[in-house]
């Protein structure tokens, strides 16, 4: 099973530039979340797709945007990079948005802005 | 606002030592806590949880952590370590019937498990 995929792995951006990070999962589930993972922080919430069709601020929203495209696909947009966003990104799904739920988390993208 | 706190950002330990990996939270209410670990170049996986019921929650790796209310603190132990146990563990808090999006991650901590 693949579980939760992002692409791309690896990605360095100069200051201005755009670019989108894609995710998406198959097992079914109805929520999904974007994550930032940056030394002495831990995990941020960015933001989050309760369920197909909607979307919500995270903690850290400044900068960036958010398509649920479908059910399966989750997708982050950083539209003019700032080296404050060099960190690692995690995407993460979960069946629903109640916390007895369990996230499943993607490998990560880790992120260089110059 | 709800908070927690992990202390040692890092923990180096021998194969076969125990070892505790230390967290506590902040909160007046009743609370979910949760570990969860992250191997290197992996994203993170739940390892246990406490909801309600018993204070002591076991992993299927022999992990355990147990909730102690007065010390409102949810420390992870396991009696045994072993190389493949490095890695980074991250404590998380949240209340009951809430939402996943309210979860407050720890800022982490890697133990190192040496030969």
């Known amino acids: 099973n693949a579980g939760v995929t992002q692409t791309p792995k690896f990605q360095v951006l100069k200051t201005g530039q755009s670019m989108t990070l894609q995710c998406a999962q198959d097992?079914?589930?109805?929520?999904m979340y974007w994550y930032r993972q940056d030394p002495g922080m831990g995990l941020r919430l960015i933001y989050y797709?309760?369920?197909?069709?909607?979307?919500d601020k995270g903690e850290v929203p400044n900068g960036y945007n958010v398509s649920r495209l479908n059910k399966r696909e989750f997708s982050l947009r950083l539209e003019s990079a700032a080296p404050s966003q060099t960190s690692v990104y995690f995407c993460?799904?979960?069946?629903?948005?109640?916390?007895?739920?369990?996230?499943?988390f993607g490998s990560g993208t880790q992120l260089s802005v110059l | 606002a709800q908070s927690v706190t992990q202390l040692d950002s890092q923990v180096p330990v021998f194969e076969e030592a125990p070892v505790e990996l230390r967290c506590n939270y902040s909160?007046?209410?009743?609370?979910?806590l949760f570990w969860y670990v992250q191997y290197p170049n992996q994203g993170l996986q739940l390892l246990l949880k406490?909801?309600?019921?018993?204070?002591l929650v076991e992993s299927i790796n022999g992990f355990e952590a147990e909730f102690n209310k007065s010390q409102t603190s949810f420390h992870l132990r396991k009696p045994s370590v072993h190389i493949s146990d490095t890695a980074e563990y991250f404590c998380?808090?949240?209340?009951?019937?809430?939402?996943?999006?309210?979860?407050?991650f720890g800022t982490g901590t890697l133990l190192a498990v040496q030969p």
């Open positions: 998380a808090v949240t209340s009951p019937g809430g939402a996943t999006n309210k979860l407050i």
């Open positions: 097992m079914n589930h109805n929520s």
């Open positions: 993460a799904s979960s069946r629903t948005g109640t916390v007895r739920e369990k996230l499943f």
């Open positions: 406490y909801l309600s019921g018993s204070t």
């Open positions: 909160s007046s209410v009743s609370v979910y």
């Open positions: 797709s309760a369920s197909e069709g909607t979307t």
